[in-house]
Every structure is written in C-alpha cells, then in structure tokens.
C-alpha cells in the first residue's frame, strides 16, 4: 500500500509538472501575441496621424489663395469695385 501511495504521488507530480509547462507555455505565447497587436496598434496609429496631418497640410493648402495676378481680370479690384 505504501507503495501505491508513492506512486501515486509521484504520478501527480508529473501530472502537475505538464500542466505547469503548458501553462507557462501558453501565457508566453499570449504575451507575444499581444505584443504583435500592441506593436501592429501602434503601427496603424502612427499612420492614421500621419495620414490625418497631411490631409489637414493638403487642405490648408487648398483654401490658402493664390499669389494675385493684376492680369487676372476676374479678380482685379476694379471689376469688384465697379461691376458693369
């Protein structure tokens, strides 16, 4: 019976040391899975501002008036000012 009991004993150690190596195993593969999200996140982050400053440049760009042209007749202050 003694001996039974000791290999039961040891039975459960070597159970339980399989159970700790796979779940050391599987929490270091969800640290490195969430690593690459975090890292892919921030990644998509950087993008979105890069892309947001240069659509906000583009646009600054667009409503900036160009350099007059005094031969531009459109635009002259004489047309606005003495419309026909």
Do not use: Y
């Not at 990644?43 to 583009?58: F, L, M, P, S, T």
């Amino acid at each position: 019976m003694n001996q039974d009991f000791a290999e039961s004993v040891a039975r459960f150690r070597a159970e339980l040391a399989s159970a700790v190596t796979r779940s050391r195993r599987a929490a270091a593969e969800a640290r490195a899975h969430s690593a690459t999200l975090r890292r892919e996140a921030e990644d998509e982050a950087a993008d979105a501002a890069r892309r947001d400053a240069e659509a906000k440049a583009a646009d600054a760009d667009a409503t900036r008036p160009g350099p007059s042209d005094p031969d531009d007749d459109d635009f002259s202050e004489h047309t606005i000012l003495f419309r026909p």
